[in-house]
């Protein structure tokens, strides 16, 4: 069932991003605490001159896009249906594409996921993620269990050899197309949660030498005897 919909639940970012773009670089909001508000009110500087402009949450975002609420902490962007507002529908009409060129694919319920896993209803309005039938898709932080909305969206290397999603984690393809994340989870190239199947084992069927002028064995190497 996953494997069904994984591709139309995944975002695709058409415009490339740079290593420099996205650096790994942890939230530093005590770096935000002397500064100083510009003239007009949109953002403010601090004291190395570097400026940074307020969102219209309050909100902001610093060199390596980690985003900051109201308050200065460390936060997940929130929901922005305005930014949807306009658009264009894909010729399929499988999703559409906004004019940063960002391509967006529906879900079966017609809503879809931002690139910071809000997800928006039908309407374009935020709303609850649906229940979905995959387990691996109803996925909960914290669960030690694979968590395939990590990957929702990402940019191809541009060598191809694998993928980077946007807190700058890269992933490199095996050669079935598949990776593994951080706790040794197995991804297939559809980016369904797998057993890696470069482990998968060949087991040898046995059967007893007693068996062996016999038309017939079963699994376990035992005789079937045929009555005549």
Same mark, same amino acid.
């Given at each position: 069932y996953m494997g069904k919909h994984y591709n139309t639940l995944k975002l695709k970012i058409s415009n490339k991003m740079s290593q420099e773009e996205h650096k790994d670089v942890e939230p530093n909001p005590e770096r935000f605490k002397v500064y100083e508000e510009l003239e007009d009110g949109s953002g403010f500087r601090l004291p190395d001159g570097k400026e940074f402009k307020f969102d219209k949450f309050g909100g902001w975002f610093?060199?390596?896009?980690?985003?900051y609420d109201e308050h200065g902490?460390?936060?997940?962007?929130p929901a922005d249906p305005e930014r949807f507002a306009d658009f264009e529908e894909l010729?399929?009409?499988? +999703?559409? !594409?906004?004019?940063?060129?960002?391509?967006?694919?529906?879900?079966?319920? +017609?809503g879809w996921f931002d690139e910071y896993g809000n997800y928006?209803?039908?309407d374009g309005q935020p709303d609850d993620i649906p229940i979905y039938e995959d387990t691996n898709w109803n996925y909960t932080p914290g669960d030690n269990k694979p968590n395939p909305r990590k990957f929702l969206v990402y940019t191809e290397l541009e060598d191809g050899t694998g993928f980077r999603i946007p807190d700058g984690t890269e992933y490199k393809y095996d050669e079935l197309g598949g990776w593994y994340d951080e706790n040794q989870f197995y991804y297939n190239a559809e980016g369904q949660p797998s057993e890696d199947p470069k482990k998968a084992q060949c087991c040898l069927l046995y059967t007893s030498d007693a068996a062996?002028? &016999? &038309?017939?064995?079963?699994?376990?190497?035992?005789?079937?005897? !045929?009555?005549?």
């Open positions: 610093d060199e390596n896009h980690n985003y902490e460390p936060s997940n962007p010729t399929d009409g499988k +999703g559409f !594409k906004l004019k940063d060129g960002t391509i967006i694919e529906y879900d079966e319920y +017609g928006y209803n039908k062996d002028d &016999l &038309l017939c064995v079963d699994l376990g190497g035992r005789r079937i005897i !045929k009555k005549k």
